[in-house]
């Protein structure tokens, strides 16, 4: 029988010390617990690291694109090596995969990419993926590692994406990890603090936003920490962390690209009835159009917000968003058809 496939994300924070050196003590328990893990999964290991890893290369770091960039290039074989060296005793070959947002954009990258890492799969290999920070545009870069490792689960059909961080869950008022959250909906997602680490791009709103996506699209997502005990094991379990329950919906391939792989070019802002209709299933109407927050053309993607702000689909557009100006008298021309929103 195929595996099912388990995407562990793990951030900066989580793989490095305070002073950004790699913490060889948490690489030593990847390897152990993705080794017993690999029997039973086809494993993606999505990690962060690579820039911490190489700005102490670089006295006057501060932070600019260019020099973020030199650290990645710096710190990536730093940190394969150092995953290389642990994983060895395990027989585990490991390959790297630097990704750009393009491979996810464009649907035939996206399934080259994917059909490497089922050739990967069928030989024992585990494939470790970064973001190819040394060449990636900063108009289309991945917002962090958690959208990455998002993009993967959801286009490759994962049966559960785990985020690694620093802390051991999402944590209530009380600062008590809180071990299931049903929806990941607007009261969950105001339990993120703002804050994030001083060695990563993403927080908590970003995990819980990405745990969002995957949950939306049939995927179960757990946010722990592998400072606790046998982390990784426990939390394929959901026995750790918290873990954000799959929704139970059919979302094609299709969909599932447009959703997660396609680049979103814009966003309008629509009524109460016309979220409505969007939760029958129905086509996305001009009428229904509040705002319109970020242009876009025809045939681009774009997201579609309630009347709070809150994401609530994504569509491929039938129209221009500049031609939204002039209909307003036509109730029935379609913004987008009800084939092309996926729900979020």
């Not at 490792?149 to 009380?174: H, K, R, W, Y």
């Not at 745990?211 to 997502?221: D, E």
């Given at each position: 029988?195929?595996?099912?496939?388990?995407?562990?994300?793990?951030?900066?924070?989580?793989?490095?010390?305070?002073?950004?050196?790699?913490?060889?003590?948490?690489?030593?328990?990847?390897?152990?617990?993705?080794?017993?893990?690999?029997?039973?999964?086809?494993?993606?290991?999505?990690?962060?690291?690579?820039?911490?890893?190489?700005?102490?290369?670089?006295p006057?770091?501060?932070?600019?694109?260019?020099?973020?960039?030199?650290?990645?290039?710096?710190?990536?074989?730093?940190?394969?090596?150092?995953?290389?060296?642990?994983?060895r005793?395990?027989?585990?070959?490991?390959?790297?995969?630097?990704?750009?947002?393009?491979?996810?954009?464009?649907?035939?990258?996206?399934?080259?990419?994917?059909?490497?890492?089922?050739?990967?799969?069928?030989?024992?290999?585990?494939?470790?993926?970064?973001e190819n920070?040394?060449?990636?545009?900063?108009?289309?870069?991945?917002?962090?590692?958690?959208?990455?490792?998002?993009l993967?689960?959801?286009?490759?059909?994962?049966?559960?994406?785990?985020?690694?961080?620093?802390?051991?869950?999402?944590?209530?008022?009380?600062?008590?990890?809180?071990?299931?959250?049903?929806?990941?909906?607007k009261?969950?997602?105001?339990?993120?603090?703002?804050?994030?680490?001083?060695?990563?791009?993403?927080?908590?709103t970003?995990?819980?936003?990405?745990?969002?996506?995957?949950?939306?699209?049939?995927?179960?997502?757990?946010i722990?920490?592998?400072?606790?005990?046998n982390?990784?094991?426990?939390?394929?379990?959901?026995?750790?962390?918290t873990?954000?329950?799959?929704?139970?919906?059919?979302?094609?391939?299709?969909?599932?690209?447009?959703?997660?792989?396609?680049l979103?070019?814009?966003e309008?802002?629509?009524?109460?009835?016309?979220?409505?209709?969007?939760?029958?299933?129905?086509?996305?109407?001009?009428?229904?159009?509040?705002?319109?927050?970020q242009?876009?053309?025809?045939?681009?993607?774009?997201?579609?917000?309630?009347?709070?702000?809150?994401?609530i689909?994504?569509?491929?557009?039938?129209?221009?968003?500049?031609?939204?100006?002039?209909?307003d008298?036509?109730?029935?021309?379609?913004?987008?058809?009800?084939?092309d929103?996926?729900?979020?």
């Amino acid at each position: 029988m195929k595996k099912p496939i388990l995407v562990v994300k793990f951030g900066s924070a989580a793989i490095t010390s305070k002073d950004g050196e790699i913490d060889e003590r948490i690489v030593l328990e990847i390897a152990r617990q993705c080794a017993e893990l690999q029997q039973k999964y086809n494993i993606v290991l999505v990690s962060s690291g690579a820039v911490a890893a190489g700005k102490r290369f670089l006295p006057k770091y501060s932070g600019t694109l260019s020099e973020r960039k030199a650290a990645a290039a710096i710190g990536n074989p730093l940190l394969i090596r150092t995953y290389s060296t642990y994983f060895r005793p395990y027989k585990i070959a490991l390959a790297q995969s630097l990704c750009e947002r393009q491979h996810f954009a464009n649907r035939d990258q996206f399934l080259q990419l994917k059909s490497t890492y089922e050739e990967l799969w069928k030989n024992n290999i585990i494939p470790i993926a970064n973001e190819n920070d040394v060449v990636s545009n900063k108009e289309l870069k991945f917002s962090d590692n958690d959208e990455l490792a998002t993009l993967i689960a959801v286009g490759f059909g994962a049966e559960q994406i785990l985020f690694s961080t620093s802390v051991p869950g999402v944590m209530d008022a009380n600062g008590k990890v809180i071990t299931e959250i049903k929806v990941v909906d607007k009261e969950a997602l105001s339990l993120a603090r703002k804050d994030k680490s001083s060695v990563g791009l993403g927080g908590m709103t970003s995990k819980l936003n990405f745990a969002r996506l995957a949950s939306q699209m049939g995927i179960r997502a757990v946010i722990f920490s592998m400072q606790t005990e046998n982390g990784l094991l426990k939390a394929v379990k959901g026995q750790t962390g918290t873990v954000c329950l799959p929704q139970s919906k059919r979302v094609s391939s299709r969909n599932k690209w447009i959703a997660s792989g396609s680049l979103i070019k814009g966003e309008v802002r629509v009524d109460s009835g016309a979220v409505e209709a969007l939760q029958k299933r129905k086509s996305l109407l001009a009428v229904g159009v509040k705002d319109i927050i970020q242009g876009f053309e025809a045939g681009e993607v774009f997201h579609i917000s309630d009347e709070t702000g809150l994401k609530i689909a994504v569509a491929k557009a039938r129209i221009d968003a500049s031609s939204l100006t002039n209909l307003d008298q036509k109730k029935n021309v379609e913004l987008a058809h009800a084939n092309d929103i996926v729900l979020l």
